[in-house]
């Protein structure tokens, strides 16, 4: 490997001995030396550009003419020498950039040890670009084909639940008709085109059904319930209040005292009960009123619905069902670090909220002012899930996403300029963002929203300063840009505009939630997309 080395030619040497090749270009006690070292001397691809260096410090000619007053012509002999030195100085330095350029090159770049030019490395390149795209072309086309296989095979699982493939064997074994004309006609079943299925989601929001209520609900962060501290919060148009009991548990009470209906929010946390700020009535966690100041104790209780704390949040029950006997895990994959735990109330109706999350091809149209600025449009924007399932991930952006039931949206975001790189995928990418969106209905025009975010990079971020509030500001910036259009969707939609009027490819994620909503509210016995 050729050595190159630069250095000031002092009255004292700085370099060792070397058994290198070193060739002086400059005469006198100061100048710049170029050394090259390498087993068969130095290479004769650089002579073509070393001579250009080779010229005498003019220094030595410099006429002494000190003290004297100058007349025109020494004015300019001067001037003429000072020019010849300004121009040997500028070619040592461009000599002494050349060769530490050259080194670094050879050093960080193994091509550069074949000397090739920068025309040549860009022809190279470019080339390989050319083959990289015509690589994910294929790509493309090869997720394109697995989508339509995936889309017939969806097609065939319905056929099967509806019993129409048992149905037609049936019909068919009663006939004459052969093997061959029964395949055919099967073939023929399957290749004809799928009806369009049709959303209406018109009119004003109904009453929530029961059934919707019979789940655990993600209503608050742990870290925002303190020991002496309660968090009012209204879910499915009812006033609720959590607090922490003596034992530190969470419990979560009717925010209506039962002697004159004041909202015991508003009074304060002692001995863990909730004291109201009319009488003094006080409320355990399981809803008994177990202080009544200047009267003789009654037995009063108000409703508690089933409170449980897990991995950082509070949870409850508000349907009248049992409560299931586990919860469901948000904690973001591992290597992930919590940086930021945000709650916001929005006045729209849950389901727009949700129907908003599940969709990221909107990104390039809304979110040019935050974090999609910049982003290409795609020519086709696709969402490929399994056949029967609520998650999968986004083409061409790197973002895998899921919902998950009954109204929580998990996304992991690859974290390299999503939208501009076709065909890199989540996997690909070496830095993350996880994000843990909950969509509370806390009545039918206002959502209480849970916002978790997770990086798997930059740990010392979560250890600065008022940090939290800059994600709080970014975080509302990019729903502000949402609720605009949501707000201009739920008032057209109370005014009987269908909001899912024309359903598209990429729009598959939202429709399988309306799917499952709409079998929750009617009662089906198995929900659909179930694992």
């Not at 697995?146 to 969806?154: E, H, Q, T």
């Not at 789940?215 to 006033?239: G, N, R």
């Not at 009545?443 to 740990?459: C, E, I, N, Q």
């Not at 799917?515 to 929900?527: E, F, Q, T, Y």
Request: with cysteine; net charge neutral; hydrophobic share 35%.
């Amino acid at each position: 490997m050729t050595a190159i080395t630069t250095a000031l030619s002092f009255p004292f040497s700085l370099c060792r001995s070397t058994k290198s090749y070193t060739r002086k270009y400059v005469k006198g006690s100061f100048g710049v030396f170029a050394v090259y070292g390498e087993e068969g001397g130095m290479p004769d691809k650089k002579s073509s550009w070393l001579t250009l260096f080779n010229v005498e410090d003019p220094r030595s000619k410099v006429p002494q003419i000190k003290g004297k007053f100058l007349d025109a012509n020494q004015a300019l002999e001067v001037a003429r020498y000072d020019l010849q030195y300004c121009d040997w100085r500028a070619r040592q330095d461009v000599l002494t950039i050349m060769l530490l350029h050259e080194k670094v090159v050879e050093v960080l770049n193994p091509l550069a040890r074949e000397y090739k030019s920068i025309g040549t490395m860009k022809k190279e390149l470019a080339e390989l670009q050319g083959e990289l795209s015509q690589a994910h072309n294929q790509v493309h086309i090869s997720e394109a084909r697995v989508s339509a296989a995936l889309d017939k095979l969806a097609y065939m699982e319905e056929l099967v639940n509806d019993r129409l493939l048992q149905e037609r064997s049936t019909a068919e074994s009663d006939c004459s008709s052969s093997s061959a004309s029964t395949s055919t006609a099967l073939l023929d079943t399957v290749k004809s085109k799928q009806p369009r299925r049709t959303l209406s989601v018109s009119g004003p929001v109904q009453d929530y059904s029961s059934r919707l209520k019979n789940f655990w609900y993600p209503v608050a962060f742990s870290a925002d319930l303190k020991d002496d501290t309660m968090l009012p919060i209204d879910c499915f148009e009812q006033p609720w209040v959590i607090f922490r009991g003596n034992d530190g548990k969470p419990g979560c009470v009717q925010n209506t005292c039962a002697h004159r209906a004041c909202p015991l929010d508003l009074g304060s946390v002692k001995e863990g009960r909730i004291q109201c700020p009319y009488h003094g009535w006080e409320y355990s966690t399981d809803g008994k009123c177990e202080k009544m100041p200047s009267t003789r104790l009654l037995n009063v209780k108000i409703k508690a619905l089933p409170c449980f704390e897990q991995e950082g949040m509070i949870w409850i029950w508000p349907g009248n069902d049992p409560p299931a006997a586990t919860l469901p895990s948000l904690l973001p994959p591992s290597g992930f670090q919590i940086h930021a735990e945000i709650v916001m109330e929005l006045p729209v109706e849950h389901g727009l909220l949700l129907d908003n999350l599940l969709d990221l091809a909107h990104a390039p149209f809304t979110h040019t002012s935050t974090f999609a600025k910049g982003w290409s449009v795609p020519r086709l924007v696709k969402f490929l899930t399994p056949a029967s399932g609520l998650q999968g991930y986004w083409d061409p952006y790197p973002i895998d996403m899921e919902f998950r039931p009954p109204c929580m949206v998990l996304s992991t975001i690859g974290i390299s300029k999503p939208g501009k790189l076709e065909g890199q995928s989540t996997k690909q990418c070496c830095t993350h963002l996880h994000q843990l969106h909950v969509c509370l209905p806390a009545s039918r025009h206002k959502t209480r929203l849970l916002y978790r975010m997770s990086l798997d990079f930059a740990p010392l971020l979560k250890h600065i300063p008022f940090m939290q509030y800059v994600w709080r500001h970014f975080a509302e910036q990019v729903l502000n840009e949402d609720l605009r259009l949501v707000l201009g969707q739920q008032d057209r939609m109370l005014n009987g505009a269908n909001i899912w009027n024309l359903p598209v490819s990429y729009d598959k994620l939202g429709v399988r939630y309306r799917i499952w909503r709409d079998a929750v509210d009617s009662g089906a016995k198995h929900l659909p997309f179930s694992k």
